[in-house]
């Protein structure tokens, strides 16, 4: 029987099987949940579905929101169709 070693992320349970993936998910999931917070604490009656749906998103492009903040925003528009995030909200 042979041992696999696995990394479970805290946050959401996640499993990897490279430490380094593991710990850019958590990272990734940490800034979600600071930018989840600062939205929640910076616009007045938005639901917690939708801050964290934005939240995740950002996180996910921080890379492209770091070189659209050094002069290219137009790295923001691509492959916009292929990452789009839903709230994790129950459909009705």
Do not use: Y
């Not at 939205?39 to 007045?44: A, D, G, L, P, R």
């Not at 002069?71 to 709230?87: A, D, H, I, M, Y």
Request: proline share 2%; with cysteine.
């Amino acid at each position: 029987m042979a041992v696999v070693a696995v990394w479970k992320c805290d946050r959401d349970g996640k499993m990897f099987d490279d430490k380094k993936a593991a710990e850019a998910h958590d990272k990734m999931l940490e800034l979600a949940a600071n930018i989840t917070e600062l939205i929640e604490t910076s616009v007045k009656g938005i639901s917690e579905e939708h801050s964290e749906a934005i939240g995740l998103l950002l996180a996910g492009k921080s890379e492209q929101l770091a070189k659209a903040c050094k002069g290219k925003p137009e790295v923001l528009l691509e492959e916009t169709q292929e990452s789009s995030v839903t709230p994790l909200v129950a459909q009705q």
